[in-house]
């Protein structure tokens, strides 16, 4: 079963620092990953997505992609209160049309 | 109002009535996703649709029907509800590069 796996934190980060979430996802034929943010009630709003190895910047949040370790990860630096949400990591399956594989979420609490 | 819109917010049935969830979207994208949200489970892909009248299963299809007979809607069906499909229903849409659009969801509760 192809799976997208997330440390379920809660992860708790001082305001200021850099967060750090990872996922690992099982289905080496995936070629495109999504990091989602979701507040409590709320639904998942799209923040980065990814589709080559290395970085990708975008204001305060950087993703990460490593194929060969079937790796991914969200920097957030400058961390404010506001960032505190559930992450979601994403995964277009092998095969592609099947829909995006979701991880269950790592929970970020940003201490003020 | 363009964007995703999902109804009705909130849901309460009875077991074994049939229940359908509402999905419309104003980008004409072709892909349509509907997903359920459980504490300890995460988001799962009920059914899909790649375009009108083209569905498919996801990972938890049982005890759902769906339907695309336009571009815009894309209803879900629960045609006898258990307390098991008691969760938060998200409909989603997308254009080629898979960046998904979420409704704001659809708390149903079974009793």
């Known amino acids: 079963q192809k799976e997208v796996e997330q440390n379920s934190g809660p992860l708790s980060v001082p305001e200021g620092a850099i967060a750090s979430l990872n996922c690992t996802y099982s289905?080496?034929?995936?070629?495109?990953f999504f990091w989602y943010r979701q507040y409590s009630g709320k639904s998942p709003e799209l923040i980065m997505s990814i589709y080559s190895n290395g970085d990708k910047e975008d204001g305060r949040f950087t993703a990460q992609l490593n194929k060969a370790s079937q790796y991914v990860s969200l920097l957030i630096r400058d961390s404010q209160p506001s960032d505190s949400a559930t992450y979601l990591c994403?995964?277009?399956?092998?095969?592609?049309?099947?829909?995006?594989?979701f991880g269950k979420g790592t929970h970020l609490i940003i201490q003020p | 109002d363009a964007g995703i819109t999902q109804s009705p917010r909130y849901k309460i049935t009875e077991t074994g009535r049939q229940v359908t969830l509402m999905c419309h979207q104003t980008w004409s994208h072709s892909y349509m996703f509907w997903y359920r949200q459980d504490l300890g489970h995460g988001l799962r892909l009920i059914y899909y649709?790649?375009?009108?009248?083209?569905?498919d299963k996801g990972e938890v299809p049982d005890g759902y029907v769906v339907s695309r007979s336009k571009t815009e809607n894309f209803p879900l069906t629960l045609e006898s509800a258990t307390r098991s499909q008691t969760s938060v229903y998200f409909c989603?849409?997308?254009?080629?590069?898979?960046?998904?659009?979420f409704g704001s969801g659809t708390r149903l509760t079974v009793v």
């Open positions: 289905d080496r034929g995936s070629q495109s």
């Open positions: 994403a995964a277009v399956p092998g095969g592609g049309a099947d829909g995006l594989t």
């Open positions: 649709s790649a375009a009108a009248d083209i569905t």
């Open positions: 989603a849409s997308s254009g080629v590069n898979y960046g998904y659009t």
